[in-house]
């Protein structure tokens, strides 16, 4: 297989975001049907976002703990940081929902909604979940 050499730097600040990117996808496309199909079927937007995001909460935080960190806390302490990093995240990403749903297009534009609140979300997840595992804040 063809390999890209990276200078270290890059490659410890990159490859980490790359690969948390790739597992989150799947917890996404979850969240991110169960979302639209939820206020499609008339739900409350609010809560379509606290349901959606729970659920993808639970899928990302096993692939994540298979895949992208390494455990150095106890799985039911790193569950509970986790859980808590992630309600906080969930409680963000539903005020920028009702937020952003004042808004006439993007309250008719629900795809984009969520969208827009997921690329703002990804950075936080990311530094918040490497903590919850690894207990540090590096890049």
């Known amino acids: 297989m063809f390999k890209i050499k990276l200078p270290e730097q890059i490659q410890e600040f990159i490859v980490p975001k790359i690969k948390f990117a790739s ?7 979850i969240d991110y049907t169960i979302y639209l199909c939820l206020v499609y079927s008339g739900f409350n937007k609010v809560y379509s ?12 935080f096993f692939l994540q703990k298979k895949f992208i960190f390494t455990l150095r806390r106890k799985a039911h302490q790193t569950f509970l940081i986790s859980m808590s990093f992630s309600a906080t995240g969930i409680g963000i990403s539903t005020v920028l929902i009702y937020l952003f749903n004042k808004n006439a297009f993007l309250d008719h534009h629900q795809y984009l909604t ?20 690894e207990k540090t804040l590096k890049a």
């Open 114 to 133: 969520k969208l827009l609140v997921m690329g703002i979300m990804f950075l936080y997840n990311f530094y918040t979940k490497r903590l919850a595992f």
């Open 49 to 60: 976002n606290i349901t959606s995001a729970s659920i993808g909460f639970l899928v990302n």
């Open 23 to 29: 597992t989150s996808l799947l917890a996404t496309i």
